[in-house]
């Protein structure tokens, strides 16, 4: 199984898209500072995800997430 999900920084509002085999996991490497491009925005919680069988779906949706339709989708449906 592969998730799209989205990250909120608790910090500074701001939110994250990414896709993963373990949200949890990678979720925790975000929060440790392992990754840079997150670092300065912790801590990090996971507000939304979904499931899906291939990793290609997963990113599928999560560049959907990043797209402006996307975005309006996220914000109709009270995501973010």
Same mark, same amino acid.
């Given at each position: 199984?592969?998730?799209?999900?989205?990250?909120?920084?608790?910090? #500074?509002?701001?939110?994250?898209?990414?896709? $993963?085999?373990? @949200? !949890?996991?990678?979720?925790?490497?975000?929060? *440790?500072?392992?990754?840079?491009?997150?670092?300065?925005r912790?801590?990090?919680?996971?507000? #939304?995800?979904?499931?899906?069988?291939?990793? $290609?779906?997963? @990113? !599928?949706?999560?560049?959907?997430?990043?797209? *402006?339709?996307?975005?309006?989708?996220?914000?109709?449906?009270?995501?973010?």
């Amino acid at each position: 199984m592969y998730y799209a999900y989205i990250l909120k920084s608790t910090t #500074y509002g701001t939110h994250y898209y990414g896709s $993963s085999k373990d @949200v !949890q996991e990678r979720l925790n490497q975000y929060n *440790s500072g392992k990754v840079r491009y997150t670092n300065g925005r912790r801590p990090w919680t996971l507000i #939304y995800s979904e499931v899906f069988d291939t990793r $290609s779906e997963a @990113v !599928q949706r999560e560049r959907f997430f990043k797209s *402006s339709d996307g975005h309006n989708w996220l914000k109709s449906e009270g995501i973010i």
